[in-house]
């Protein structure tokens, strides 16, 4: 039996930034993981479809190429998909490698195995008893398989997908549908169809990416239809046969033939096993508060399985956070002030409130945008779809919400998220001198037009 001041349960991007920063704090600790180090994240989520996103945009660079004075042979030019996964599987391999040498040398103790919680002190795997003052869960979310006729024949047939296997496939599917209009299925979306699929994405709510500003929604629905990308709103699949998703929209069945069906109707929390603690567990996860705190004293939840932001980023940060407070400094975490991301073409990147929301809540606020047709590099860059968006409050100015549909807008959002966690106004990134030419010009411009006007528009 081993003794610990930390065990954490599963090595995600919450779950192993947590056991290094408790290792560098000068804690004990052990991180159990049974599948994945790295998680789904490094190994089946964020980093591989950001691979296959580059790899769609340099094939749609190469077909546009006479846009910019480069002339070729369009007809040799093709997608060589099985070369594509092997690109994207060496960058997984790479990065989940970096991420196991990290643990080692911050002596953090490794248990490939399923961890079986006694009680909050104490963890079984492998046969093997661990104690350990404090627990921290770290167990990720899986993919919601709803009850769908025909849909069990279809994963097992391997005709219908989830993310996982959407990332492994040897050919590029004629037709493609998509079962969801969250991020995940949508950027899966820009990736097939810019590959040449046809793609249809189905959803059943009113709206796809329903958390998005609605301005950049709008704007960016006119994108996905030059992608010829076709969009269903109102749409309930209610069964897939053979080759056909059928769907019920105003009152009438409709059908869409596909060669693949990706299933992208939202994940579910890993929260299982934990009941016998006496926590608090919802179907949107394990119940934590602003320290990450569980109902429970020592037992702390981080990332996907508490349901709170399902990102990457918000796991880690909430590690960090539930560490500090478990070594004796208070930290809380701040969800309004998390910038999130849409890697599709082009991107989208928001942070804080949106509009809709600012209205909602009776916040007395004004609006600047300013479009990237008023940016030398976006023009440069052939590249001039989108525009930045800042919305801020009357009194003082401050920034509390900032939208961008740009490329490079997941980049570009971090700026808008160092304002915020300083509680700055339009005035520093007005006052702030931005390098010509870059993209970053256009939040400058857009604060601008907070406190007056922007100058080039």
Do not use: W
Not at 122 to 151: C, D, F, H, Q, S
Not at 425 to 440: F, R, V
């Amino acid at each position: 039996m081993k003794n610990y001041d930390i065990v954490v349960i599963g090595a995600g991007p919450g779950g192993y930034v947590a056991a290094i920063k408790a290792a560098q704090l000068g804690a004990k600790v052990a991180i159990i993981e049974k599948k994945y180090i790295g998680g789904v994240c490094l190994n089946i989520g964020c980093i591989p479809t950001k691979a296959l996103i580059k790899s769609a945009r340099v094939y749609q660079d190469i077909l546009n190429s006479s846009s910019f004075g480069i002339d070729l042979d369009q007809k040799s030019v093709k997608v060589n998909l099985s070369h594509v996964i092997k690109r994207t599987d060496n960058i997984v391999k790479r990065l989940t490698g970096g991420v196991g040498m990290l643990l080692k040398k911050n002596k953090v103790d490794i248990y490939n195995g399923e961890a079986k919680v006694k009680d909050k002190n104490t963890v079984e795997v492998n046969g093997e008893v661990l104690k350990t003052n404090n627990l921290i869960i770290a167990t990720g979310a899986r993919p919601v398989i709803p009850p769908i006729p025909g849909v069990e024949e279809g994963i097992k047939s391997g005709y219908i997908l989830t993310s996982k296997e959407a990332l492994s496939l040897d050919k590029v599917p004629e037709n493609l549908v998509v079962v969801g209009g969250g991020v995940i299925g949508i950027e899966f979306a820009t990736i097939y169809a810019s590959f040449g699929s046809n793609v249809t994405v189905i959803e059943m709510a009113d709206n796809i990416l329903v958390n998005i500003d609605d301005e950049v929604r709008k704007t960016y629905l006119k994108s996905l239809k030059k992608q010829n990308i076709n969009i269903i709103t109102k749409g309930a699949v209610t069964k897939v046969d053979k080759n056909k998703v059928i769907y019920s929209k105003d009152g009438k069945d409709h059908e869409v033939v596909a060669d693949k069906v990706l299933m992208s109707v939202g994940m579910r929390p890993n929260s299982e096993g934990f009941e016998h603690l006496g926590i608090e567990i919802t179907r949107q996860g394990i119940i934590t508060n602003e320290k990450l705190e569980t109902t429970v004293k020592g037992v702390y939840a981080i990332g996907d399985v508490n349901g709170k932001m399902m990102l990457a980023h918000v796991a880690s940060a909430e590690g960090i956070i539930a560490v500090e407070n478990i070594m004796g400094k208070e930290s809380k975490i701040d969800y309004k002030k998390v910038p999130s991301g849409i890697y599709g073409t082009p991107e989208i990147a928001n942070i804080g409130y949106t509009e809709q929301e600012a209205k909602a809540e009776g916040i007395d606020y004004k609006v600047s945008k300013f479009p990237l047709l008023g940016n030398g590099k976006s023009l440069a860059e052939g590249e001039a779809d989108g525009f930045v968006k800042i919305i801020a409050n009357k009194k003082y100015n401050e920034v509390i919400g900032v939208h961008i549909l740009a490329p490079h807008a997941t980049d570009l959002i971090a700026e808008a998220a160092v304002l915020m966690e300083l509680e700055g106004t339009a005035y520093e990134l007005a006052n702030a001198i931005h390098p010509h030419p870059t993209l970053s010009e256009t939040l400058m411009e857009a604060a601008h037009g907070i406190i007056d006007k922007p100058i080039h528009i």
